[in-house]
């Protein structure tokens, strides 16, 4: 049974930047798929970003592209979203999701959820 620690949410002015962790334990890091997903009240949950077991394969969703970049550190068995350019549209609650496959998908079918971290951008 995985758990992932999500950190690294706040409050940032547009044009900002923050850097989102996820840490995980209780299992094998490197079985599973990861992605970032975020969501904001009353709406369904959206796909940001996602990386394949090993880091080499990235997968972003449209608001992603250009801006956040993801990526994976087995040996500290943490994913990261690096979120530049931010935008208050980029306003959510952000979630990471472990998936146990070698593939990313974009949809929130993940077997296991971070608590999720809030992400505010001002104008």
């Known amino acids: 049974h995985v758990q992932l620690q999500a950190s690294g949410g706040g409050l940032v002015q547009a044009g900002g930047s923050l850097r989102l962790s996820c840490a995980a334990s209780?299992?094998?890091?490197?079985?599973?798929?990861m992605g970032w997903f975020r969501q904001t009240a009353g709406k369904e949950r959206e796909f940001v970003a996602g990386?394949?077991?090993?880091?080499?394969?990235?997968v972003y969703g449209d608001a992603a592209k250009g801006r956040f970049t993801i990526s994976r550190d087995n040996a500290k068995n943490t994913v990261y979203l690096q979120m530049n350019s931010l935008k208050p549209e980029d306003m959510a609650v952000y979630y990471c999701?472990?998936?146990?496959?070698?593939?990313?998908?974009?949809?929130?079918?993940?077997?296991?959820w971070g608590q999720g971290t809030q992400v505010t951008v001002s104008s």
């Open positions: 990386v394949a077991l090993q880091g080499t394969a990235t």
């Open positions: 999701g472990a998936r146990r496959d070698q593939w990313v998908v974009r949809v929130p079918k993940y077997d296991y």
């Open positions: 209780g299992g094998t890091f490197s079985s599973y798929a």
